[in-house]
């Protein structure tokens, strides 16, 4: 029998959701593309998360990747303690794993706003992922003493259970965020998110003006202000319209939004769409637009850039000021305003958006998921010997750009 490797490790990843699920997104990317990175180098990797309707309670994916599916959107929080520690004491699934190590060596606990608090219960080293910051969103969720609550969770309780581990985010924006709120830098990795491969031939632009919004239709994802956008340009450009591209709870509010603005004839909501629809759409925009109030970086910004499409975006919002160039590969705006300013700029100037384009696409390939992956894992050794240096926690090489 072949002698495991003691340099390979089971990393148990806790996310409240996955890639399968309604609500996912660019963070739940991000998870299964690192874990894939993961086995890939020999690694063993679960991923436990929020039961749904569209994959089984457990299962391997492509990757290699072991998926576990429990409890709610609310209950996965107690169901991977549980889960954790009936493995632990032998009697659940994560004991029975696949070839490799059975017990995870490591535990990677990703809080998005809401922490699973494993130094608690776990009795292995943890590595703790954050994508941003939730100070904005707070609000715009969840009633006022529910939203301080959530945030006290977040910025105070977290801070202390977590504070003997090491941290990873996507982007210095959070890195810097963590620092306000006390988590001292040189514990924080930053792993940008790798750019995903184009699989299908690049689109011809639309032969009238179209913008695309890609993402969750939630509040804070702020597709109304895509919305105000195309009404404030419809005179100038009587045949503008959005594809709005996602799904999610605010969809109808979105909906009957557009109507009352006298613009629902050009929004076109596309729903979920495959990886090949999401690259047509993207291919094929004359501009991305990405008005979320927040994000850890930005993935679908570059995700359009890999096909030609520059994005305006607000410069706030976290780490999209590091996944747009601005100026060069799309334009960051400080207020509204200004964000309807610079998509009736881009509009009106065809030989700045193609530049701007080509720019944003040899941004894109930049970053890759490899490079990701050797960082992270990276920060995996890191994770078990606080002593050592934070390994990655510069930028990730920015290839020298034409100014648009």
Known sequence: MKTPNPALRHVLFLNWRDTLNPEGGGSEVFVERIAAELVARGHQATLLCAAHGNGPAEEVNAAGVRILRRGGRHTVYARAALTYLAGWFGLGRLRRGAAGRARPDLIVDVCNGLPF?????????????????????????????????????????????YRRCRYVTVSAATRDELAVLGVDPRRVTVVHNGTPEVSVARTAKTAEPTLVVLGRLVPHKQVEVALRALAALSQQWPALSVVVAGQGW???????????????????????????????????????????????????????????????????????????????????????????????????????????????????????????????????????????????????????????
Not at 123 to 134: E, G, K, W
Request: hydrophobic letters at 45%; aromatic letters at 8%; proline letters at 6%.
């Open 117 to 161: 608090l494993s130094p608690l219960w776990s009795r292995r080293p943890v590595v703790t992922l954050v994508h941003h910051v939730h100070r904005e969103q707070w609000p715009v969720v969840l009633p006022p003493r529910a939203a301080r609550f959530g945030w006290w969770i977040e910025s105070s309780l977290a801070i202390r259970v």
């Open 250 to 404: 605010w969809e109808p509010k979105l909906r009957a939004y557009a109507a009352e603005l006298g613009v629902g004839d050009r929004v076109r909501f596309a729903g979920f769409v495959s990886d090949e629809e999401k690259q047509a759409l993207l291919s094929s925009a004359w501009l991305a637009l990405t008005p979320s109030l927040k994000e850890g970086w930005g993935l679908t910004i570059v995700e359009a850039g890999a096909q030609g499409t520059p994005t305006v975006a607000f410069r706030g919002a976290g780490g999209v000021a590091e996944a747009v160039m601005d100026g060069r590969t799309g334009l960051l705006a400080d207020n509204e305003e200004e964000f309807v300013a610079h998509v009736r700029t881009l509009l009106a100037d065809d030989e700045r958006r193609a530049a701007m384009g080509a720019a944003a696409r040899i941004y894109a390939d930049g970053f890759t998921w490899s490079a990701a992956g050797d960082k992270f894992a990276a920060a995996i050794g890191a994770g078990t010997a606080p002593q050592t240096a934070a390994a990655g926690a510069t930028r990730s090489r920015t290839p020298d750009l034409p100014l648009p």
